[in-house]
């Protein structure tokens, strides 16, 4: 068992001031690592963050490289208090006092692929992890509040395990479906580096929604929404399509054996944190986003408006990545009409596909056993 962090941990945020708690699970891993770095250096910086006192709780089971890593970043000169929790922590290190009263919980925890592996190789494992923190999470943190931002994969399958699993959990409808966001970030960040890259403009990067899912066919980048697209010919937009949709299989395999995608999801998870924390923090208003979402609550009934709409144009799928706007209650609307604009090719050949292997991915994570 490692040496607890040093018991007065300086960095702990006082008591009088207000303060936002992220839960960081998986803070020791390729992800969490970079992650944990850019909101100890970054967050208070990116949020205006103003008074108020940013708390990341960093958790993980490898527990002596959490350690490490917090005696690392404890070292920073940031406002951001950080602490250390991990399994056989005594109480102010226990993963429950690393979720008690928690924000928001980000979750890269579990395993990463390796070359010849996809995402769905990583279900059997990643899916029990997650099902038991997310009873962690129902047990500590304030289900009516608390927003779950998962990057564990396969997202298409897991942020399902996750939302029945709070669902089963809670004592009464919260709301919670509402406020698990698969991030899917990475994908639109690929979209517009490639778009950026083919059109020679390496300065102001389109923006590209993708919907969809969060793996290889079930990944639709809308590039006919772009501009910047428009004098490209099919056949280039066709391997730009191709490119983003395996944009992880390129890093499995530069890395060859040693990890996926971790800096540029570093990037885009603090990216996403940033905008979500940035709303919770100062309560002006809404945002627009874009996450993998459910669709509807637990007894069927649409989420949010748009959310019929979009399973009308979805094959009925209750889960699916698409621009949302969000409230500090959660998805607030699903702009559906996304998939009005698709152009012939997005919505007859790129849009079937996607549902078809977008509807197995779903069915994975909902015929996961919760007991
Ligand atoms: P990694 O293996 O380097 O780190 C995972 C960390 O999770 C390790 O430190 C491990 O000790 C920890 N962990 C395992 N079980 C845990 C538990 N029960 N509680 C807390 N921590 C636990 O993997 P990496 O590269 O950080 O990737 C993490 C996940 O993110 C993988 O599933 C990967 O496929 C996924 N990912 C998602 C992306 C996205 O766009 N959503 C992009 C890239 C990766």
């Known amino acids: ?34 992650l944990s770095l850019l909101i100890k250096s970054q967050l208070h910086l990116a949020v205006s963050a103003g008074a108020t006192r940013i708390h990341l709780a960093m958790y993980d089971v490898a527990a002596e490289t959490l350690v490490g890593v917090h005696a690392d970043l404890a070292h920073i000169d940031t406002p951001v208090a950080v602490s250390a929790h991990f399994p056989g922590g ?14 928001l919980v ?14 769905a190789d990583l279900f059997a494992t990643n899916a029990s992890i997650v099902r038991s923190l997310a009873r962690d999470i129902a047990m500590h943190c304030d289900l009516a509040t608390v927003h779950v931002l998962l990057i564990s994969n396969p997202v298409n399958s897991l942020v399902p395990v996750v939302v029945r699993t709070l669902q089963q959990c809670e004592l009464q409808p919260s ?11 990475l994908d639109a960040t690929r979209a ?13 990067f389109p923006r590209v929604p993708v919907i969809g899912g969060h793996s290889g066919a079930t990944i639709l980048p809308v590039f006919s929404q772009c501009p910047q697209a428009d004098d490209l010919s099919q056949q280039t937009v066709a391997k730009l399509v ?43 208003g809404d945002i627009a986003a874009s996450a993998y979402v459910a669709l509807t609550h637990a007894d069927g009934t649409p989420v949010a ?66 007991e």
């Open 1 to 34: 068992m490692p040496h607890s962090p040093h018991p007065n941990i300086m960095t702990m945020p006082s008591e009088s001031l207000p303060s936002f708690k992220i839960a960081l699970l998986g803070a020791a891993g390729g992800i969490g690592q970079p």
């Open 90 to 103: 005594d109480a102010a290190h226990s993963l429950g006092s690393c979720l008690q009263g928690a924000d």
């Open 106 to 119: 980000l979750c890269p925890a579990g395993m990463a692929r390796r070359p010849g592996m996809t995402r």
């Open 175 to 185: 709301g919670i479906e509402k406020r698990v966001l698969g991030v899917t970030a």
């Open 192 to 204: 517009s580096t490639f778009l950026g890259e083919e059109c020679g403009n390496l300065h102001d």
């Open 242 to 284: 191709q490119r983003v949709q395996n944009g992880g299989d390129e890093v499995v395999k530069a890395k060859n054996g040693k990890g996926s995608a971790t800096l540029a999801m570093a990037h885009c998870g603090f990216r996403m944190l940033a905008q979500v924390s940035r709303m919770l923090i100062h309560r002006d």
């Open 305 to 370: 408006p748009g959310a019929q709409e979009l399973m009308a144009r979805n094959g009925g799928l209750h889960y699916f990545a698409v621009p949302i706007t969000l409230s500090p209650q959660g998805v607030e609307e699903i702009r559906y009409r996304i998939v009005d604009y698709l152009n012939y090719n997005e919505l007859n050949e790129l849009l079937p596909v996607c549902i078809e292997h977008l509807r197995k991915d779903i069915e994975l994570g909902v015929q996961f056993q919760l």
